[in-house]
């Protein structure tokens, strides 16, 4: 049975949109349009909702609709979504808010995880999410700001003077410090400071 929240999920690509749906609905009500403009113009409360975007749509794309919602619906957490995902997309959806960048495919227990995500994170205060950074070393910090920038692990390596092995190490220490799955948890770590 579904619950009071609800998931506006918003792609262009129809068998996309009803798959997401029939995966979401389960668990929380879901609407589903097929551009930013029909979601914009729907007037969603944004109360107890959450819009899952796609990043590539004709019109206005996501980050662009991400910003909208940021503007007009502040409080409403968005989760970007993406076949074609890199580094400075995340860095971007992250800056302007996002709670969650998804690169499809993905598992059901990764999309729900991050609407689980987002719908504590819209009643949480902000105190409450900032990142435990201080658990981070000296040297954790300083891979941690590269890595965030989006600098390959050999890159990091060869800006510190150490091997890529040994920040891959670090990596890993970070990650789980954080209780980050990826890069993008880690981006929104950065965000939170």
């Known amino acids: 049975m579904a619950s ?22 389960r668990k929380y009500r879901t609407l589903a349009f097929d551009s930013a403009r029909a979601f914009l113009e729907a007037g969603i409360s944004a109360e107890d909702t959450c819009a899952l975007v796609d990043i590539r749509m004709p019109e206005m794309d996501g980050l662009q609709l991400q910003r909208e919602i940021r503007r007009t619906m502040p409080g409403l957490p968005v989760i970007i979504m993406t076949g074609h995902g890199d580094v400075p997309m995340a860095v971007q959806a992250m800056k302007d808010g996002a709670v969650e960048f998804l690169e499809k495919p993905f598992e059901k227990a990764i999309l729900m995880d991050a609407l689980e995500a987002a719908f504590t994170r819209s009643t949480m205060p902000a105190r409450a999410r900032e990142a435990p950074r201080k658990a981070l070393t000296e040297r954790e910090k300083e891979i941690f700001d590269l890595l965030v920038e989006g600098h390959q692990n050999k890159v990091v390596a060869h800006k510190l003077g150490i091997s890529t092995r040994t920040v891959e190490v670090h990596r890993r ?21």
Do not use: F, P
Not at 6 to 13: E, G, N, Q, W, Y
Not at 176 to 190: F, T
């Open 4 to 25: 009071d929240l609800t998931v506006c999920v918003v792609d262009d690509d129809a068998d996309v949109r009803e798959s997401l749906v029939l995966l979401v609905r």
């Open 173 to 193: 220490r970070i990650m789980e410090k954080l209780n980050a799955r990826n890069l993008a948890d880690l981006v929104r770590h950065a965000l939170s400071r």
